[in-house]
Structures are given as C-alpha cells and as structure tokens.
C-alpha cells in the first residue's frame, strides 16, 4: 500500500464524513506534484478549459470527481483489484457484474458442493444500474 493510496483513503473518508475541506489538502499532494495539474478546491478543479476531470456532459467535476480520478491515475499499475473494489463501492461497475468472487470451481470439486457464480442482469450479487454522478455526500457540483 503506497502513502498516496493511504492519502487517498483518508480523503475519502473526510468526504464522507462531511469533513471535505480537509481532504483538499491530501488530494492536491499527489494532483499537483505528480500530476502537475491545478489544485482543487472545495468547489472541485478549477472551472476553465481543460479542467480534469470532466463529468460525461463535459462540466468540470467535483472535488469527488477529482479524488476518483486522483486514485485511479495513483493506483494505475499498482493493483488491479483495488480499482475494481473501488468501483463496487462507488457503485460505478457496469450492471450485472459480479460484486464479489466465488469459491474457486477447484476448491469446490474438491468439496463436492455445486458449482456457481455470481452476476449477470439481475443475478444474485450483481451490479445495479450504475450511478456514476452520485455523490455520498453533498458537494459543489454534486446532484
């Protein structure tokens, strides 16, 4: 786990915890140095041609965009399977994915119990509809 991914984690939890003014400061460290783009605000990037990043309809994002965003572009190449959990949390996976992992088919030979899976359009564990606007919290720029 790098300090960036911890920098991150606790960003996101100040988010959530309606304490997002704090988390300007731990997302701006690794923004600015590593990525070499405009401090956000509490308001989210600054809102000027080129902002990142940019919701779907092409309006600068929020300050939660902005954390997604910083701890996709961190995390690239580290693990792949944090960006998948933090998909599912966000509730961003396509629908009908998989929302956890099954016992391996091996193990569950070897136990004789049934073969499944999980996912697919209204599977059991599966995703909803994803949601990707949504914010857990109320922010500039959030609906």
Known sequence: MT???M???KAEALIRVNR???AVALINKTRVANGQLPPVTLNGPPDEPGCVPR???????SLWDALRYEKGIEMLGVDAVVRF???RGWQMLPEGAFTQLPVPGRELGTLQLDLYTFGGP???SSAPVPDSERCPVTLP???
Do not use: T
């Open 20 to 22: 997002a003014a704090e």
């Open 122 to 124: 209204g599977g059991e």
């Open 55 to 61: 919701k779907f309809n092409g309006q600068c994002g």
């Open 141 to 143: 720029r959030c609906p």
């Open 3 to 5: 300090v960036a991914e």
């Open 85 to 87: 959990f933090d998909a």
């Open 7 to 9: 920098d991150l984690l």
